[in-house]
DNA sequence: CGCTACTGCTTGCAACAGCTAGCACTTGGG
DNA sequence: CCCAAGTGCTAGCTGTTGCAAGCAGTAGCG
Protein backbone atom coordinates (compact mmCIF):
# COMPACT_ATOMS: atom_id res chain seq x y z
CA UNK A 1 0.00 0.00 0.00
CA UNK A 2 2.84 2.26 0.62
CA UNK A 3 4.51 1.85 -2.59
CA UNK A 4 2.45 3.57 -4.64
CA UNK A 5 2.27 6.99 -2.37
CA UNK A 6 6.11 6.47 -2.50
CA UNK A 7 6.17 5.95 -5.82
CA UNK A 8 4.26 9.07 -6.44
CA UNK A 9 5.89 11.41 -4.25
CA UNK A 10 9.04 10.10 -6.11
CA UNK A 11 7.66 11.23 -8.93
CA UNK A 12 6.56 14.83 -7.68
CA UNK A 13 9.81 15.59 -5.99
CA UNK A 14 11.22 14.78 -9.12
CA UNK A 15 9.04 17.02 -11.23
CA UNK A 16 10.07 19.54 -8.71
CA UNK A 17 13.37 19.60 -9.38
CA UNK A 18 12.84 20.29 -13.13
CA UNK A 19 10.63 23.37 -12.13
CA UNK A 20 13.49 24.85 -10.15
CA UNK A 21 15.65 24.21 -13.16
CA UNK A 22 12.91 25.26 -15.66
CA UNK A 23 12.11 28.20 -13.41
CA UNK A 24 15.79 29.65 -13.70
CA UNK A 25 15.39 28.98 -17.82
CA UNK A 26 12.09 30.52 -17.95
CA UNK A 27 12.79 33.72 -15.34
CA UNK A 28 15.41 34.11 -17.74
CA UNK A 29 13.13 33.99 -21.02
CA UNK A 30 10.18 35.32 -19.44
CA UNK A 31 10.95 39.05 -20.18
CA UNK A 32 11.76 38.57 -23.48
CA UNK A 33 8.43 36.07 -23.81
CA UNK A 34 6.24 39.18 -21.78
CA UNK A 35 7.38 41.56 -24.68
CA UNK A 36 6.75 39.05 -27.30
CA UNK A 37 2.98 37.95 -26.06
CA UNK A 38 0.69 40.66 -24.98
CA UNK A 39 -0.54 42.30 -22.35
CA UNK A 40 -3.89 40.18 -22.95
CA UNK A 41 -1.83 37.41 -21.63
CA UNK A 42 0.14 37.83 -18.30
CA UNK A 43 4.00 36.71 -17.70
CA UNK A 44 2.56 34.14 -15.27
CA UNK A 45 0.07 32.36 -17.98
CA UNK A 46 3.11 32.38 -20.40
CA UNK A 47 5.05 30.67 -17.63
CA UNK A 48 3.09 27.39 -17.85
CA UNK A 49 2.96 27.62 -21.00
CA UNK A 50 6.40 27.15 -21.63
CA UNK A 51 6.39 24.36 -18.47
CA UNK A 52 4.02 22.67 -19.69
CA UNK A 53 6.01 22.20 -23.37
CA UNK A 54 9.32 21.76 -21.44
CA UNK A 55 7.75 18.74 -20.35
CA UNK A 56 6.40 17.57 -22.66
CA UNK A 57 9.73 17.60 -24.90
CA UNK A 58 11.61 16.04 -21.54
CA UNK A 59 9.03 12.95 -21.88
CA UNK A 60 9.30 12.76 -26.14
CA UNK A 61 5.89 13.30 -26.35
CA UNK A 62 4.03 14.98 -29.23
CA UNK A 63 1.43 17.58 -29.09
CA UNK A 64 -1.15 14.94 -30.12
CA UNK A 65 -0.43 12.34 -27.84
CA UNK A 66 -0.24 14.49 -24.80
CA UNK A 67 -3.35 16.12 -25.62
CA UNK A 68 -5.07 12.96 -26.04
CA UNK A 69 -3.77 11.49 -23.18
CA UNK A 70 -4.54 15.09 -21.33
CA UNK A 71 -8.20 14.98 -22.76
CA UNK A 72 -8.00 18.55 -24.37
CA UNK A 73 -7.87 19.07 -28.28
CA UNK A 74 -4.38 19.42 -29.79
CA UNK A 75 -4.84 22.63 -31.02
CA UNK A 76 -5.80 24.17 -27.43
CA UNK A 77 -2.87 22.51 -25.89
CA UNK A 78 -0.85 24.09 -28.71
CA UNK A 79 -2.39 27.73 -27.93
CA UNK A 80 -1.26 27.30 -24.04
CA UNK A 81 2.23 26.24 -24.66
CA UNK A 82 2.57 29.21 -26.73
CA UNK A 83 0.74 31.29 -24.31
CA UNK A 84 -1.82 32.13 -26.41
CA UNK A 85 -4.84 31.01 -23.98
CA UNK A 86 -5.13 30.85 -20.49
CA UNK A 87 -6.21 27.53 -19.11
CA UNK A 88 -8.87 26.91 -16.22
CA UNK A 89 -7.74 24.96 -13.37
CA UNK A 90 -9.74 21.78 -15.04
CA UNK A 91 -8.08 21.71 -18.04
CA UNK A 92 -4.55 21.81 -15.95
CA UNK A 93 -5.53 19.07 -14.10
CA UNK A 94 -5.94 17.66 -17.08
CA UNK A 95 -2.68 18.14 -18.62
CA UNK A 96 -0.88 17.50 -15.62
CA UNK A 97 -2.78 13.86 -15.89
CA UNK A 98 -1.22 13.37 -19.33
CA UNK A 99 2.31 14.90 -18.30
CA UNK A 100 2.02 12.66 -15.12
CA UNK A 101 3.24 15.15 -12.88
CA UNK A 102 0.58 16.59 -9.63
CA UNK A 103 -1.90 19.27 -10.80
CA UNK A 104 -0.38 21.49 -7.77
CA UNK A 105 3.23 21.98 -9.95
CA UNK A 106 1.07 23.51 -12.90
CA UNK A 107 -0.90 25.26 -10.87
CA UNK A 108 2.03 26.87 -9.02
CA UNK A 109 3.66 27.84 -12.92
CA UNK A 110 0.00 29.42 -13.58
CA UNK A 111 -0.03 31.36 -10.78
CA UNK A 112 -3.57 29.90 -9.41
CA UNK A 113 -1.66 28.29 -6.40
CA UNK A 114 0.95 30.00 -4.17
CA UNK A 115 4.59 28.47 -4.06
CA UNK A 116 5.22 28.24 -0.61
CA UNK A 117 9.60 28.17 0.28
CA UNK A 118 11.82 28.49 2.96
CA UNK A 119 12.45 27.18 6.25
CA UNK A 120 9.99 29.25 8.74
CA UNK A 121 7.01 28.64 6.60
CA UNK A 122 7.36 24.54 6.71
CA UNK A 123 8.19 25.00 10.80
CA UNK A 124 5.17 27.29 11.56
CA UNK A 125 2.64 25.34 8.89
CA UNK A 126 3.57 22.46 11.60
CA UNK A 127 2.77 23.95 14.46
CA UNK A 128 0.18 25.92 13.57
CA UNK A 129 -1.25 22.27 11.84
CA UNK A 130 -4.63 21.26 13.51
CA UNK A 131 -4.78 18.00 11.55
CA UNK A 132 -1.60 17.30 14.10
CA UNK A 133 -1.48 17.07 18.23
CA UNK A 134 1.11 18.85 20.09
CA UNK A 135 3.09 15.45 20.35
CA UNK A 136 3.75 14.81 16.87
CA UNK A 137 4.33 18.15 16.05
CA UNK A 138 7.15 18.06 18.39
CA UNK A 139 8.14 14.55 16.91
CA UNK A 140 7.81 16.06 13.16
CA UNK A 141 9.37 19.38 14.24
CA UNK A 142 12.67 17.58 15.34
CA UNK A 143 12.87 15.65 12.98
CA UNK A 144 12.45 18.47 10.57
CA UNK A 145 15.37 20.13 11.94
CA UNK A 146 17.81 16.98 12.14
CA UNK A 147 17.15 16.19 8.27
CA UNK A 148 17.56 20.24 7.59
CA UNK A 149 21.18 19.98 9.57
CA UNK A 150 21.84 16.87 7.80
CA UNK A 151 21.14 18.93 4.83
CA UNK A 152 23.09 21.85 5.66
CA UNK A 153 26.11 19.40 6.71
CA UNK A 154 25.71 17.61 3.12
CA UNK A 155 26.11 20.94 1.83
CA UNK A 156 28.94 21.61 3.45
CA UNK A 157 30.59 18.94 3.51
CA UNK A 158 30.25 18.70 -0.89
CA UNK A 159 31.90 22.20 -0.65
CA UNK A 160 34.39 20.26 1.12
CA UNK A 161 34.32 21.93 4.73
CA UNK A 162 34.56 18.94 7.32
CA UNK A 163 34.10 15.74 6.31
CA UNK A 164 32.06 13.42 8.90
CA UNK A 165 31.26 10.37 6.65
CA UNK A 166 30.69 7.61 9.38
CA UNK A 167 27.72 9.13 11.42
CA UNK A 168 26.03 10.42 8.57
CA UNK A 169 26.13 7.25 6.60
CA UNK A 170 24.89 5.18 9.69
CA UNK A 171 21.34 7.30 10.04
CA UNK A 172 21.00 7.31 6.02
CA UNK A 173 20.95 3.49 7.04
CA UNK A 174 18.33 3.96 9.70
CA UNK B 1 6.69 37.62 11.95
CA UNK B 2 5.08 34.14 13.09
CA UNK B 3 1.90 35.91 14.68
CA UNK B 4 0.61 37.14 11.35
CA UNK B 5 1.17 33.83 9.60
CA UNK B 6 -0.31 32.07 13.13
CA UNK B 7 -3.10 34.38 12.63
CA UNK B 8 -3.77 32.90 8.92
CA UNK B 9 -3.15 29.32 9.77
CA UNK B 10 -5.38 30.24 12.51
CA UNK B 11 -8.26 31.57 10.76
CA UNK B 12 -7.96 28.39 8.03
CA UNK B 13 -8.24 25.83 10.31
CA UNK B 14 -11.19 27.72 12.41
CA UNK B 15 -12.86 27.56 8.44
CA UNK B 16 -12.30 23.84 8.19
CA UNK B 17 -13.76 23.02 11.33
CA UNK B 18 -16.95 24.78 9.54
CA UNK B 19 -15.91 22.71 6.50
CA UNK B 20 -16.46 19.90 7.89
CA UNK B 21 -19.93 21.14 9.59
CA UNK B 22 -21.17 22.62 6.18
CA UNK B 23 -19.96 19.62 4.04
CA UNK B 24 -22.01 17.57 6.02
CA UNK B 25 -25.26 19.97 5.46
CA UNK B 26 -24.25 20.43 2.07
CA UNK B 27 -24.48 16.20 1.31
CA UNK B 28 -27.76 15.86 2.49
CA UNK B 29 -28.51 19.23 0.20
CA UNK B 30 -26.46 18.57 -2.45
CA UNK B 31 -28.85 15.63 -3.61
CA UNK B 32 -31.53 18.13 -4.02
CA UNK B 33 -29.46 20.96 -5.12
CA UNK B 34 -28.19 18.85 -8.05
CA UNK B 35 -31.09 18.13 -8.90
CA UNK B 36 -32.30 21.36 -9.26
CA UNK B 37 -29.90 22.79 -11.04
CA UNK B 38 -28.26 21.07 -14.03
CA UNK B 39 -25.43 18.79 -15.54
CA UNK B 40 -23.96 21.58 -16.17
CA UNK B 41 -22.91 22.48 -12.69
CA UNK B 42 -20.96 19.90 -10.85
CA UNK B 43 -22.39 18.62 -7.48
CA UNK B 44 -18.62 19.98 -6.33
CA UNK B 45 -19.24 23.44 -7.88
CA UNK B 46 -22.07 24.13 -5.52
CA UNK B 47 -20.75 22.96 -2.69
CA UNK B 48 -18.08 26.07 -3.47
CA UNK B 49 -21.38 27.94 -3.94
CA UNK B 50 -23.25 27.12 -0.82
CA UNK B 51 -20.02 27.16 1.21
CA UNK B 52 -18.90 30.67 0.47
CA UNK B 53 -22.88 31.55 1.32
CA UNK B 54 -21.94 30.01 4.85
CA UNK B 55 -19.22 31.77 5.25
CA UNK B 56 -20.42 35.15 4.87
CA UNK B 57 -23.89 34.22 6.72
CA UNK B 58 -20.91 33.46 9.70
CA UNK B 59 -19.70 36.79 8.70
CA UNK B 60 -22.65 39.27 8.96
CA UNK B 61 -21.47 40.57 5.47
CA UNK B 62 -24.03 41.27 2.81
CA UNK B 63 -23.72 39.36 -0.40
CA UNK B 64 -22.97 43.33 -2.02
CA UNK B 65 -20.37 44.19 0.59
CA UNK B 66 -18.60 40.74 0.38
CA UNK B 67 -18.70 41.35 -3.54
CA UNK B 68 -17.10 44.64 -2.96
CA UNK B 69 -14.43 43.28 -0.70
CA UNK B 70 -13.32 40.52 -3.41
CA UNK B 71 -13.97 42.68 -6.17
CA UNK B 72 -16.49 40.69 -8.01
CA UNK B 73 -19.72 41.98 -9.27
CA UNK B 74 -22.49 41.23 -6.63
CA UNK B 75 -24.92 39.94 -9.20
CA UNK B 76 -22.05 37.25 -9.86
CA UNK B 77 -21.48 36.57 -6.57
CA UNK B 78 -25.44 36.16 -6.32
CA UNK B 79 -24.36 33.27 -8.98
CA UNK B 80 -21.99 31.90 -8.08
CA UNK B 81 -23.35 31.34 -4.47
CA UNK B 82 -26.46 29.77 -5.95
CA UNK B 83 -24.56 27.36 -7.80
CA UNK B 84 -25.70 28.98 -11.21
CA UNK B 85 -22.07 29.85 -12.35
CA UNK B 86 -18.93 28.40 -11.83
CA UNK B 87 -16.09 30.71 -10.87
CA UNK B 88 -12.86 30.74 -12.43
CA UNK B 89 -9.77 30.45 -9.46
CA UNK B 90 -8.86 33.96 -9.44
CA UNK B 91 -12.64 34.62 -8.66
CA UNK B 92 -12.63 31.89 -5.62
CA UNK B 93 -9.04 33.85 -5.32
CA UNK B 94 -10.75 37.28 -4.63
CA UNK B 95 -13.74 36.07 -2.69
CA UNK B 96 -11.22 33.97 -0.34
CA UNK B 97 -9.97 37.61 0.36
CA UNK B 98 -12.90 39.08 0.37
CA UNK B 99 -13.67 36.29 2.84
CA UNK B 100 -10.99 36.61 4.68
CA UNK B 101 -9.81 32.95 4.30
CA UNK B 102 -6.92 31.16 2.43
CA UNK B 103 -8.01 30.48 -1.40
CA UNK B 104 -6.71 26.74 -1.12
CA UNK B 105 -9.84 26.29 1.18
CA UNK B 106 -11.92 27.31 -1.80
CA UNK B 107 -9.76 25.62 -4.46
CA UNK B 108 -10.71 22.68 -2.26
CA UNK B 109 -14.45 23.20 -1.85
CA UNK B 110 -14.53 23.71 -5.69
CA UNK B 111 -12.74 20.67 -6.45
CA UNK B 112 -9.78 22.38 -8.03
CA UNK B 113 -7.35 21.18 -5.18
CA UNK B 114 -7.16 17.75 -3.92
CA UNK B 115 -8.19 17.59 -0.06
CA UNK B 116 -5.14 16.24 1.67
CA UNK B 117 -5.19 14.70 5.24
CA UNK B 118 -4.21 17.29 7.44
CA UNK B 119 -3.38 21.25 5.96
CA UNK B 120 -2.90 22.06 2.46
CA UNK B 121 -0.12 24.66 3.44
CA UNK B 122 2.27 22.22 5.50
CA UNK B 123 2.21 19.72 2.49
CA UNK B 124 2.71 22.42 0.29
CA UNK B 125 5.49 23.84 2.74
CA UNK B 126 7.59 20.50 2.91
CA UNK B 127 7.52 20.09 -0.73
CA UNK B 128 8.84 23.44 -1.27
CA UNK B 129 11.48 23.43 1.24
CA UNK B 130 14.86 23.72 -0.27
CA UNK B 131 16.47 23.24 3.45
CA UNK B 132 15.46 19.57 2.94
CA UNK B 133 15.99 16.64 0.26
CA UNK B 134 13.75 15.20 -1.74
CA UNK B 135 14.09 11.91 0.39
CA UNK B 136 13.80 13.60 3.56
CA UNK B 137 10.59 15.08 2.17
CA UNK B 138 9.06 11.98 0.85
CA UNK B 139 9.47 10.45 4.95
CA UNK B 140 8.30 13.51 6.69
CA UNK B 141 4.92 14.01 4.48
CA UNK B 142 4.52 10.34 4.72
CA UNK B 143 4.65 10.76 8.33
CA UNK B 144 2.31 13.66 8.43
CA UNK B 145 0.32 11.87 6.81
CA UNK B 146 -0.05 8.86 9.42
CA UNK B 147 -0.24 11.23 12.17
CA UNK B 148 -3.54 13.60 10.54
CA UNK B 149 -4.92 10.21 10.17
CA UNK B 150 -4.44 8.89 14.00
CA UNK B 151 -5.81 12.95 14.92
CA UNK B 152 -8.42 12.20 12.47
CA UNK B 153 -9.32 8.97 13.94
CA UNK B 154 -9.27 10.05 17.25
CA UNK B 155 -11.46 12.80 16.43
CA UNK B 156 -13.89 10.32 15.19
CA UNK B 157 -13.67 8.54 18.20
CA UNK B 158 -14.20 11.74 20.37
CA UNK B 159 -17.61 12.35 18.32
CA UNK B 160 -18.96 9.03 19.73
CA UNK B 161 -18.45 6.76 17.07
CA UNK B 162 -19.32 4.26 19.39
CA UNK B 163 -22.27 5.82 22.05
CA UNK B 164 -21.18 6.16 25.66
CA UNK B 165 -23.71 9.40 26.87
CA UNK B 166 -21.65 10.16 29.98
CA UNK B 167 -18.22 10.43 28.27
CA UNK B 168 -19.86 12.74 25.26
CA UNK B 169 -21.40 15.12 28.11
CA UNK B 170 -18.22 15.22 29.80
CA UNK B 171 -16.17 15.93 26.14
CA UNK B 172 -18.97 18.74 25.45
CA UNK B 173 -18.10 20.30 28.41
CA UNK B 174 -14.45 20.20 27.88
C1' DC C 1 6.74 10.37 -58.21
C1' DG C 2 2.30 9.65 -55.09
C1' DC C 3 0.57 8.20 -50.85
C1' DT C 4 0.18 7.72 -45.88
C1' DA C 5 1.04 9.03 -41.32
C1' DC C 6 2.67 12.20 -38.49
C1' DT C 7 3.72 17.00 -36.85
C1' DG C 8 2.10 21.72 -35.05
C1' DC C 9 -0.78 25.40 -36.19
C1' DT C 10 -4.93 28.58 -38.16
C1' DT C 11 -9.64 29.70 -38.27
C1' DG C 12 -14.28 30.09 -36.94
C1' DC C 13 -17.74 28.89 -33.74
C1' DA C 14 -20.49 27.69 -29.47
C1' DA C 15 -20.66 27.91 -24.72
C1' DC C 16 -19.44 30.00 -20.67
C1' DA C 17 -17.49 33.48 -17.36
C1' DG C 18 -18.07 37.91 -15.56
C1' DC C 19 -19.92 42.33 -16.13
C1' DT C 20 -23.42 46.46 -16.28
C1' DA C 21 -27.98 48.30 -15.93
C1' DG C 22 -31.86 47.80 -13.71
C1' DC C 23 -35.76 45.50 -11.06
C1' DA C 24 -38.50 44.05 -6.97
C1' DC C 25 -38.55 43.78 -2.27
C1' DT C 26 -37.56 45.25 2.66
C1' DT C 27 -36.59 48.52 6.25
C1' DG C 28 -36.39 52.87 8.57
C1' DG C 29 -37.23 57.82 8.89
C1' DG C 30 -39.92 62.08 8.12
C1' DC D 1 -48.22 58.06 3.04
C1' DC D 2 -43.46 58.97 0.42
C1' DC D 3 -38.59 58.67 0.09
C1' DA D 4 -33.96 56.86 0.61
C1' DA D 5 -30.93 53.20 1.43
C1' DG D 6 -30.24 48.75 1.60
C1' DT D 7 -31.01 43.75 0.01
C1' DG D 8 -30.50 39.92 -3.62
C1' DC D 9 -31.62 38.89 -8.17
C1' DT D 10 -32.80 39.14 -13.63
C1' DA D 11 -31.56 40.00 -18.23
C1' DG D 12 -28.63 41.21 -21.82
C1' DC D 13 -24.06 42.01 -23.31
C1' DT D 14 -18.96 41.37 -24.17
C1' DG D 15 -14.79 38.88 -24.08
C1' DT D 16 -12.57 34.54 -23.39
C1' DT D 17 -12.12 29.56 -23.31
C1' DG D 18 -12.00 25.22 -25.57
C1' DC D 19 -13.44 22.82 -29.46
C1' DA D 20 -13.87 20.87 -34.48
C1' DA D 21 -12.51 21.23 -39.17
C1' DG D 22 -8.89 21.88 -41.82
C1' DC D 23 -4.16 23.51 -43.51
C1' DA D 24 0.86 23.28 -44.44
C1' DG D 25 4.95 20.96 -43.64
C1' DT D 26 7.88 16.68 -42.83
C1' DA D 27 9.29 11.93 -43.15
C1' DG D 28 9.06 7.31 -44.79
C1' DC D 29 7.57 3.80 -48.05
C1' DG D 30 6.43 1.59 -52.54
Request: hydrophobic share 40%.
Amino acid sequence: MQRPTEFVREQVTAVRESVATAAQTAAAGASTGASTVASSVPAVGSQVGEFIRTQRSAAQVSLRELARAAGVSNPYLSQVERGLRKPSAEILAQIARGLKISAETLYEQAGILDRRSGTAGTVAAIRADEALSERHKAVLLELYETYAREHAAQAAREQGTTPHPTPESQEETA
